[in-house]
């Protein structure tokens, strides 16, 4: 999946704004004008004209039957007091697409608390719920119980074959009123998806109409062409649907086993000595393995320095590219998810040691845990343990996200030096002293921040519920809590008999509900 070649970084902004009301003001403008001038009649006629909107290619009556407005609440942890959750609502699209069933982006809809739906743009509400999710593709299936919701809807169909570049519009539900605006067709590109770690095709679009990345409708030729997953100044990203309809398709003949990828690293090929060194003939050709990592889940049969000629019949490039019939010239890794899913074969032709060679390739299934830092923990609410005002968190992606943005600038080195790292026998995880609260126990240790454990007692800490095990075993009457390497503090030494009562003091002075929360075991 991964690949060294720079993929451009995604800026989205998932804002509601006001949509722009000034066409009225115009038109009074243009007869007060020509009222004061006493212009011809076919001047004023021809100025009036211009001013009109532009008809758009199907007409938005069509779609208000098979469009539903959403509104999630869920619930929201603050990242570093994971203890305090916090309602949050947000507002979406939904599609009809099948008996009782509304599709719409995953995004948000993580620990959910409440859904409801709404037809027409106005009116009563009907509850709904999640039948089926999947947050890698940013996929989910809603239903609601009461008939009366879909008195009237009519389920919308996709486009199929080579993805349609003309005749492109957005259409959503907006104010109580059926909002269509014109989309003007950027490209195709495959890069990082909204809520995974993978790399699949994403269509680009770019539009007057603003605030969207709420699961707004492509439509083309009255069709859906896609769903919309953000938007950066006027350009618009969308999950197409020739990933879409595959999905759903095996997911109703009950044969959907989630999205699969391409785990290793590879990296394009400029010098000729490269080739040269590998004893390639011919034309310069290929994308170079450089890093396999090494996963129960994942089989090993790829190795570095190996150069992946082609992939199911079409022949790489030196840049890592392929000729799509469809969309031209693509980068490989959308051979991972073009009409293919978890455990199916690719077949690939490899240059290794001076020979070429055809294997069978499985695609892994996808999975945050197949990183040391998991990229996500939907739908699991933040594990945390204190310990005599020790705050103890998993160390993931969703808690480095809570530096801001640019965490991987502004988050401590000694954190994101491990992301993208792979687990191990030894370690499965790691977990990390996020703050101490300050009491009498903890004296001298107040200001130690962003740690990563390695042994509690002598006890390799891989999990937060290793912390509890650990805990239970002092050593000489003493916690002792040690660090990596690298870091200025490398050692904790408490008292373990004062631990309990210190943890009862920090839980009453902070109100903190709960000295843990620890989440089964997946």
Not at 304 to 329: A, C, H, M, T, W
Not at 442 to 464: E, H, M, P
Not at 493 to 511: F, K, N, P, S
Request: with cysteine; net charge positive; charged share 20%.
């Amino acid at each position: 999946m991964k690949s060294y070649y720079p993929i451009a970084a995604r800026s989205a902004s998932n804002s509601w704004t006001a949509p722009c009301r000034t066409t009225r003001s115009l038109e009074l403008g243009v007869w007060k004008f020509f009222g004061t001038w006493s212009l011809g009649f076919g001047a004023l006629l021809a100025f009036v004209v211009l001013l009109a909107p532009r008809a758009t290619a199907a007409p938005a009556s069509e779609w208000e039957n098979s469009l539903v407005y959403l509104e999630v609440t869920r619930k929201a942890y603050e990242v570093f007091q994971p203890w305090t959750p916090k309602a949050r609502t947000v507002q979406k699209n939904g599609l009809v697409i099948g008996a009782r069933e509304i599709l719409t982006t995953a995004e948000e809809l993580s620990d959910r608390t409440l859904i409801r739906v709404q037809k027409g743009g106005r009116g009563k509400w009907w509850n709904a719920e999640v039948t089926w999710i999947d947050y890698h593709a940013n996929l989910a299936v809603l239903t609601a119980a009461d008939p009366t919701l879909w008195q009237g809807l009519k389920p919308a169909s996709f486009t199929r074959g080579k993805p349609p570049k003309e005749g492109l519009q957005i259409v959503r539900w907006r104010n109580g009123n059926l909002e269509t605006r014109k989309a003007e067709f950027n490209q195709f590109l495959v890069e990082d998806a909204r809520l995974s770690f993978i790399q699949h095709l994403q269509l680009e679009a770019s539009t007057d109409m603003q605030g969207v990345g709420w699961a707004e409708a492509l439509i083309a030729g009255g069709k859906v062409a896609g769903l919309a997953t953000g938007q950066s100044g006027n350009n618009t990203r969308f999950l197409p649907a020739s990933l879409i309809e595959p999905i759903l398709s095996a997911r109703k003949a009950g044969k959907y086993p989630g999205l699969g990828f391409f785990p290793f690293t590879w990296t394009p090929v400029e010098n000729p000595s490269t080739f040269k060194f590998l004893k390639l003939p011919g034309d310069p050709r290929g994308a170079l393995v450089i890093d396999v990592p090494h996963s129960p889940k994942i089989e090993p049969n790829l190795q570095p320095r190996d150069l992946i000629l082609s992939v199911d019949g079409f022949d790489v490039d030196n840049q890592g590219y392929y000729k799509d019939p469809e969309l031209g010239q693509t980068i490989v890794e959308n051979l991972a998810t073009r009409r293919k899913f978890a455990g199916d074969l690719v077949k690939m032709k490899i240059w290794r040691n001076g020979a070429a060679l055809s294997l069978d390739y499985r695609l892994p299934k996808l999975d945050y845990a197949v990183k040391l830092l998991p990229d996500q923990t939907f739908d699991r609410a933040p594990e945390y343990f204190i310990a005599g005002g020790l705050v103890l968190q998993p160390l993931n992606i969703p808690l480095l996200r809570g530096f801001g943005e640019d965490w991987k600038r502004r988050a401590p080195f000694r954190l994101v030096h491990f992301t993208g790292e792979v687990p191990t026998a030894e370690r499965s995880g790691l977990v990390a002293l996020t703050s101490v609260l300050p009491d009498p126990y903890v004296i001298g240790y107040q200001d130690a921040r962003f740690l990563i454990l390695d042994t509690i007692n002598g006890q390799k800490i891989s999990r937060v519920a290793d912390v509890t095990a650990a805990l239970q075993k002092p050593q000489n009457g003493f916690h002792t809590i040690e660090f990596l390497r690298g870091d200025n503090l490398r050692r904790i030494v408490l008292d373990a008999e004062q631990m309990e009562a210190a943890t009862g003091r920090i839980l009453e002075r902070y109100r903190i509900p709960a000295a843990s929360h620890i989440e089964p075991s997946p």
